[in-house]
């Protein structure tokens, strides 16, 4: 308990040291953020989503808020900085300082959840309570689009992005991940491999929560 409350505090600090260089970094546009596009065209008007380590909320809540304005967008982070520059990026997004392994909401109080480039910062021992946790603020039926590693790993950035701060990555690969989702009650409807805006590939899946008595 004590270590991964020390990673967490470790990942705050650094998302808090090098938020106005990411969000400079990292474009709003891309392959990644067209998979968002595809996404809104499959929910309902007025729909609930809760993005899960929001950062500064020019990719993902921007995206879906271009996409449907009538969704009802939160966005959760760790880092109250990143949360200063997402308020001003979406104004009208509600935004919550909070912890993925441990949402701070009800019972199916979503229709979707995003997390992108954000549930591996979490130490993988964890991601099967985070994926129970999406479940649960999840209305049946809704959706999870999530980056993914692809390989087991587990490695720490020392002074990431020149920002004197070590970043954290845990991740058990996409095969243990796809389980773990199904575990939490999802059924995997497709896995995609893109582009980045940082520079790299990244691999994103969709997966949807079925009725609760078919996974209670």
């Given at each position: 308990m004590t270590d991964n409350l020390a990673r967490r505090n470790a990942v705050r600090r650094a998302w808090d040291a090098v938020a106005d260089d990411y969000a400079a970094a990292r474009r709003p546009d891309g392959p990644d953020a067209r998979l968002l596009d595809e996404l809104a065209a499959e929910l309902p008007d007025g729909a609930r989503v809760l993005d899960v380590g929001c950062?500064?909320?020019?990719?993902?809540?921007?995206?879906?808020?271009?996409?449907?304005?009538?969704?009802?967008?939160?966005?959760?982070?760790?880092?109250?900085?990143?949360?200063?520059?997402?308020?001003e990026a979406v104004p009208m997004a509600r935004l919550v300082q909070g912890d993925m392994t441990s949402l701070p909401f009800s019972h199916g109080a979503f229709d979707t959840v995003t997390a992108y480039h954000s549930v591996f910062h979490v130490p993988r021992e964890q991601h099967p309570t985070v994926y129970a946790e999406f479940a649960r603020v999840l209305a049946p039926g809704g959706f999870v689009l999530t980056t993914v590693g692809s390989g087991r790993s587990e490695s720490v950035r020392q002074n990431w992005l020149g920002s004197g701060h070590p970043m954290f990555w845990s991740t058990p690969g996409a095969t243990v991940t796809t389980a773990q989702l199904e575990d939490a009650g999802f059924s995997v409807e497709w896995e995609r491999r893109v582009d980045d805006p940082l520079g790299s590939t990244a691999l994103f899946v969709l997966a949807r929560l079925r009725p609760r008595a078919a996974h209670d």
């Open positions: 950062g500064d909320g020019r990719r993902t809540m921007a995206t879906l808020l271009a996409a449907d304005p009538s969704v009802d967008v939160v966005g959760l982070d760790v880092s109250r900085v990143q949360l200063d520059l997402a308020r």
